[in-house]
């Protein structure tokens, strides 16, 4: 993770560093958003496949 001689590192390249470090978390969280969105779409497609089906198997009104 650190340059094995922090004294020898210049500025420019601990700045180099920490950036591609945020570039390649933002990837990372990015892709964990992505997977838990298309979760969220499942799930919601379920439930909503699951009320229809309970409105369609409902009984009718005794009264009619």
């Known amino acids: 993770m650190f ?4 004294c020898c590192a210049s500025e420019e390249d601990s700045r180099t560093s920490r950036r591609r470090y945020q570039e ?3 990837r990372m969280l990015s892709f964990w958003r992505d997977g838990i969105e ?3 779409a ?3 497609a379920a439930i ?3 009320e229809a089906q309970m409105r369609r198997d409902q009984p009718l009104d005794p009264q009619d």
């Open 3 to 6: 340059p094995p001689f922090p």
């Open 24 to 26: 390649r978390k933002l």
């Open 48 to 50: 909503n496949t699951l």
């Open 42 to 44: 499942a799930l919601t």
């Open 38 to 40: 298309r979760q969220l």
